[in-house]
Every structure is written in C-alpha cells, then in structure tokens.
Antibody, heavy 118, light 112 residues
Framework: QVRLQESGPGLLKPSETLSLTCFVSGGSVSGFYWGWIRQPPGKGLEWVGYVFNSGSINYNPSLKSRVTISVDASKNQFSLNVGSVTAADTAVYFC????????????WGPGTLVTVSS | QSALTQPPSASGSPGQSVTISCTGTSSDVGRYNYVSWYQQHPGNAPKLMIYEVNERPSGVPDRFSGSKSGNTASLTVSGLQAEDEAVYYCSSYGGGNNFYVFFGGGTKLTVL
C-alpha cells in the first residue's frame, strides 16, 4: 500500500519561501504522476501542480510564477517550493499520487498546515 | 479558469438516495470524461470515490455512482448511511493545451 507523508515548516513569514517534501513509501515514485493540492482553512481544494519523472511538470497558472515541483527518485520523494508567500498561501498542503492521466488523485498524504503570518 | 459549481449543501435520510451536481463548461466537464469525485471527512485528506465520470476505485461501495450530461456531472449516493456524511468535491480536467485540474467548491452532505 502506497503511503505519503508531507514534511516541512508549519510557520512562515511573508515573502519567505515555502518548502515541503513528500516522502513516499510502499512504492516507487518512478513511473507515476505526483501532485500537490492545497486547502485554505475552511475552504475548498485548489490544485497546485504535478510532476512526472522530472520530465513532465504542470502548474496551476495562477501560481506558476512562484511554484516549483521536483522529484528525487533516489530518495523516493518529491517536493514543492512556493516563493514570496503571503497570507493567502496559508493552507493545508496535501501531496498525492495522480492517476488517470494525472486528472485525479488516488493516494493522499494526511496534509500539513502551513501558516503565513508576520 | 473558474472553479466548478456545486450546491453548498445536500441532505437525505438513511436509506434514501441523494444526487449532487457539478456544473462546468464546454471546455472542461463538457469536453473531457475526466470528472472525479472526492469525499472528505473533517480533519482528513480527501478520498477518491469516482474517476473518469463513472468508475469506482477498488474498495468504494457501489452505492456511489457517477454520471455526466453535457456540462454537468453528478454523484449519486444510494442507500445513505451515517458515515456518508461528509463534504464532496468534484474535479475535472480542463485547460486544453495547458493542463489544468479544476475543483468544485464542495457540497456538505448531511444524513438526517
């Protein structure tokens, strides 16, 4: 059974860079799409982007200028960086494995809350 | 790009059936058969319930079914049970040449 676990700082100041890592166990990151989805407190889901074998990457156009997603097959993990964060980036960040051409997500991490506050 | 439109709430009594709608456009729901539905209980990660409009992942009860007509997709939960009470989100691929995944705003399903 594939398991995912997010890791990273829970509190950031405005203008800092958000960096999260998703550790994958029970399966290889190679050959699959891996993505990030976020959920502001009390609100709905927002797709952030996905990566596939480092060769195929797509980002939410509204975040594209600030987001980088990468995968490290040697460590069986993938990462998310969001630059120049503001309070609007406060959310629970989920990492997940995509299926069906990366159109949906069938395995999710428990999520990690990232708060941006001065 | 705009989010998909879902009713904020739905309800039904145990044993009844409830249908939740998800309205998109001809560029997403209407164009592609990549509509998904997720169930989210408070404090938990979303769980994939339906993918590719009407396919159920292994382990999802057949009480959950999906369909699509034009720009609107639907999730039907039959034989409602207490544990079905949750927020349900629809999702669709869209964006044409620029890959994009849209989510609906979520529907809170209450089992009366």
């Amino acid at each position: 059974q594939v398991r995912l676990q997010e890791s990273g700082p829970g509190l950031l100041k405005p203008s800092e860079t958000l960096s999260l890592t998703c550790f994958v166990s029970g399966g290889s990151v190679s050959g699959f799409y891996w993505g990030w989805i976020r959920q502001p407190p009390g609100k709905g889901l927002e797709w952030v982007g996905y990566v596939f074998n480092s060769g195929s990457i797509n980002y939410n156009p509204s975040l594209k200028s600030r987001v980088t997603i990468s995968v490290d097959a040697s460590k069986n993990q993938f990462s998310l960086n969001v630059g120049s964060v503001t309070a609007a980036d406060t959310a629970v960040y989920f990492c997940a494995r995509a299926t069906s051409g990366a159109s949906c997500y069938d395995h999710w991490g428990p999520g990690t809350l990232v708060t941006v506050s001065s | 790009q705009s989010a998909l439109t879902q009713p904020p709430s739905a309800s039904g009594s145990p044993g009844q059936s409830v249908t939740i709608s998800c309205t998109g456009t001809s560029s997403d729901v209407g164009r592609y058969n990549y509509v998904s539905w997720y169930q989210q209980h408070p404090g938990n990660a979303p769980k994939l319930m339906i993918y590719e409009v009407n396919e159920r992942p292994s382990g999802v009860p057949d009480r959950f079914s999906g369909s699509k007509s034009g720009n609107t997709a639907s999730l039907t939960v039959s034989g409602l049970q207490a544990e079905d009470e949750a927020v349900y989100y629809c999702s669709s691929y869209g964006g044409g040449n620029n890959f994009y995944v849209f989510f609906g705003g979520g529907t809170k399903l209450t089992v009366l």
